[in-house]
């Protein structure tokens, strides 16, 4: 995960500018920076490996595209994680629904062993039965460490509403995992 503070803030304000000012390297430690906490959250938000990379691709595309609109007086984490978020939100709506086989089982029962690869599956299958803003917010606050007031500027909407999202979220990821019917 990328840091988050002053000296950070300072290090993408000085990558963001040089990117401006046409030293296109610079938009490589941008990358190097973000790639990997931003393919978590579109990983974590698609559950699916090769859209969460065509989302983070699609992301830095777009961030190298309209860097010019960044504004330097805020965080540049929170526009980048922003434009994750969105990017992952449009890419569930273009999804196009499936319909289940009936409970069919096409994996072997698990080995005592992948009780924890299990385990996880579980989560990625409840945390998919999640709205994607619900998602959104359980990733950002779970899987990446955010506090209330980062995912409310991600996510662009009052604290009070990511905090009331959180728990509806929890409450149904609780319910989802206590019955694994659902």
Same mark, same amino acid.
């Given at each position: 995960?990328?840091?988050r503070g002053?000296?950070?803030?300072?290090?993408?304000?000085?990558?963001?500018g040089?990117?401006?000012?046409?030293?296109?390297?610079?938009?490589?430690?941008?990358?190097?920076?973000?790639? &990997?906490?931003?393919?978590?959250?579109? $990983?974590?938000? %698609?559950?699916h490996?090769?859209? !969460?990379?065509?989302a983070t691709? @699609? +992301?830095?595309?777009?961030?190298f595209?309209r860097l010019g609109?960044?504004?330097?007086k805020?965080?540049?984490?929170?526009?980048?994680y922003?434009?994750?978020?969105?990017?992952?939100?449009?890419?569930?709506? &273009?999804?196009k629904t499936?319909v289940? $086989?009936?409970? %069919?089982t096409?994996?072997a029962? !698990?080995?005592?062993?992948d009780? @924890? +690869?299990?385990?996880?599956?579980?989560?990625g299958?409840?945390?998919?039965?999640?709205?994607?803003?619900?998602?959104?917010?359980?990733?950002?606050q779970?899987?990446?460490?955010f506090?209330?007031?980062?995912?409310?500027?991600?996510?662009?909407?009052?604290?009070?509403t990511?905090k009331s999202?959180?728990?509806?979220?929890?409450?149904?990821?609780?319910?989802a995992?206590?019955?694994p019917?659902?």
């Open positions: 995960m990328t840091t002053a000296a950070a803030d300072e290090l993408d304000r000085a990558a963001v040089r990117c401006l000012t046409g030293q296109g390297d610079a938009f490589g430690d941008i990358v190097e920076r973000y790639h &990997r906490p931003l393919f978590n959250v579109a $990983l974590r938000m %698609l559950h490996l090769q859209d !969460a990379e065509d691709q @699609t +992301v830095f595309l777009n961030a595209l609109t960044y504004d330097p805020y965080r540049f984490f929170s526009w980048i922003r434009m994750t978020v969105n990017e992952c939100l449009n890419a569930l709506k &273009r999804r499936t289940p $086989l009936d409970g %069919l096409l994996r029962p !698990a080995a005592p062993f009780r @924890t +690869v299990e385990a996880a599956d579980r989560v299958h409840a945390l998919m039965g999640l709205t994607p803003d619900d998602r959104a917010v359980v990733v950002l779970h899987f990446v460490s506090s209330y007031q980062e995912i409310a500027d991600v996510m662009e909407i009052p604290v009070q990511v999202r959180l728990f509806t979220a929890r409450e149904r990821l609780r319910d995992l206590r019955d019917e659902r």
